[in-house]
């Protein structure tokens, strides 16, 4: 399906009755990231998965991109779908606009879910080498963004399988490079979300890769010490991907975590 919410075309997907459960894919990524997720918690759950703007048969638009923007998007799906409130799950990039558009629209959030994500901001050096990803980019294209970006989202054990790695390729390299930019300047300009998590009041889940490089389990450890009441479910023989690398135990913590389990 497809939507024009603040003047961009949002491709989404949404399968599924009940508690509305919005997934947020991650960088350089589409929803495609989510069909082991979307196939087991739409059996119990409203499921809505969109394609970021930039990103899978969403419209790519020149400029701009942000998390506010990003959080705009999601807010305007809301909107268009009629939903008050929903559990935002956010993996990775997508947990940054999870916990962005909890401070802005926190009102429209009945849960949160953050996947393999962290709350803090780039470092200076984080900065240089979004920026140096970006040119990369653009002088080489998607494939070479896929080659840089595999190693950090599977884990070695995950690498050597060929289908999963085949998949995660084929997503990266169907990202326009005008995406895969915005992505990189959104998330180099984003905010600390390290003050926010102790203003967190909904119930919250924490999940990551036991073997998550990219965002490690020291940092889903300090959401889950300054959230209230969040829980934390560390995915064993998983990688950064852990929803992909590890689907039932994702799916059985998520369907835990809404009362489905
Ligand atoms: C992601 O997986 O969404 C990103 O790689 C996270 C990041 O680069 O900060």
Redesign the pocket.
């Known amino acids: 399906m497809k939507a024009e919410l603040n003047g961009v075309q949002i491709a989404y997907e949404e399968r599924g009755k009940g508690t509305p459960l919005v997934l947020l894919h991650?960088?350089p990524l589409h929803r495609a990231m989510w069909e082991p997720q979307i196939a087991a918690l739409s059996g119990s759950s409203r499921v809505i998965a969109p394609d970021l703007r930039g990103h899978g048969e969403s419209e790519a638009p020149p400029w701009i991109y942000s998390m506010d923007i990003y959080a705009d998007d999601v807010r305007a799906l809301l909107d268009h779908l009629a939903i008050d409130k929903a559990v935002i799950c956010g993996f990775?990039?997508g947990g940054y606009i999870a916990l962005h558009f909890y401070r802005k629209y926190g009102n429209r959030v009945s849960g949160l879910l953050l996947a393999d994500t962290r709350p803090q901001p780039d470092t200076p050096e984080g900065k240089t080498g979004r920026f140096n990803t970006a040119k990369k980019a653009e002088k080489e294209g998607a494939g070479a963004i896929a080659d840089m970006m595999i190693p950090k989202l599977l884990s070695a054990e995950g690498q050597k399988r060929s289908e999963l790695v085949q998949k995660v390729r084929k997503i990266i390299e169907s990202t326009p490079v005008r995406g895969i930019c915005g992505d990189l300047a959104a998330?180099a300009e984003r905010s600390d979300s390290v003050p926010l998590l102790s203003e967190i009041s909904v119930p919250t889940l924490i999940v990551v890769g036991e073997q998550d490089g990219?965002t490690p389990p020291a940092d889903s450890k300090l959401m889950a010490e300054k959230i209230r009441g969040a829980k934390m479910e560390m995915i064993p023989e998983a990688g950064?991907m852990s929803n992909l690398e590890q689907p039932e135990r994702f799916n059985k913590a998520v369907e835990g975590f809404l009362g489905k389990g």
Request: zero cysteines; hydrophobic letters at 55%; a neutral charge.
């Open positions: 991650g960088f990775s990039m998330m990219l950064h």
